[in-house]
């Protein structure tokens, strides 16, 4: 049971190009969220997805792009990357029945787009 | 004005000091509350929920004062384990999760 999963772990981009993050969960939730996080902002939601086939704008959703496919996955694409997306990226999935309101993360992707 | 403020930090304690740590919200709507801990370079993880009328978690206990928006943390008997960032986070019925900047502290030995 590996919880929220992320790939890849690290990337390095140049200005202007594109890449997807990718967020896989096995814990059957609904709602899945992308966050990022950098130094002295906390974390901001970027967007979120209350169950599979809806998408949500968060805080900062300028400049990115979700896909939730099914249940399990919940993709963020960057189309062209700028220096201003560097920043480390947290997909996050909200629990069921006890755990309703807690958050579950996954490790983290560490982007730097030079 | 940011909608979760939090001590800016760092917290430099010795082994065994209690401190505390200061979050407010502003949005008045706020239902739920929270304290989460991330560890350098970790994903955050949720240490504990704050009740109205405050919970103890063995050497944690939190604190919420609705009136005055304000939410609490205090650590008793520090260890170096502790050594984390500790992220204050409100949620609106509803609404999505906010998250404070967060508060690092450093237990030193």
């Known amino acids: 049971n590996a919880g929220v999963t992320q790939t890849p772990k690290f990337q390095v981009l140049k200005t202007g190009q594109s890449m997807t993050l990718q967020c896989a969960q096995d814990?059957?939730?609904?709602?899945m969220y992308w966050y990022r996080q950098d130094p002295g902002m906390g974390l901001r939601l970027i967007y979120y997805?209350?169950?599979?086939?809806?998408?949500d704008k968060g805080e900062v959703p300028n400049g990115y792009n979700v896909s939730r496919l099914n249940k399990r996955e919940f993709s963020l694409r960057l189309e062209s990357a700028a220096p201003s997306q560097t920043s480390v990226y947290f997909c996050?999935?909200?629990?069921?029945?006890?755990?309703?309101?807690?958050?579950?993360f996954g490790p983290g992707t560490r982007l730097t787009v030079l | 004005r940011k909608e979760v403020e939090q001590d800016p930090g760092p917290f430099n304690v010795p082994e065994g000091a209690t401190v505390a740590f200061n979050c407010t919200y502003s949005n008045s709507a706020s239902q739920s509350f929270f304290w989460y801990r991330q560890d350098c370079r970790k994903e955050p993880k949720l240490l504990m929920s704050v009740y109205s009328s405050g919970n103890e978690d063995g050497r944690f206990t939190a604190q919420l004062n609705r009136a005055s928006q304000y939410i609490s943390l205090l650590i008793r008997d520090s260890k170096l384990s502790d050594s984390a960032t500790y992220l204050c986070v409100v949620r609106g019925y509803g609404q999505n999760f906010v998250f404070g900047p967060g508060t690092r502290l450093s237990v030193l030995p």
């Open positions: 996050a999935i909200r629990g069921g029945g006890r755990s309703y309101n807690e958050q579950f």
């Open positions: 814990m059957n939730h609904n709602s």
């Open positions: 997805s209350a169950s599979e086939g809806t998408t």
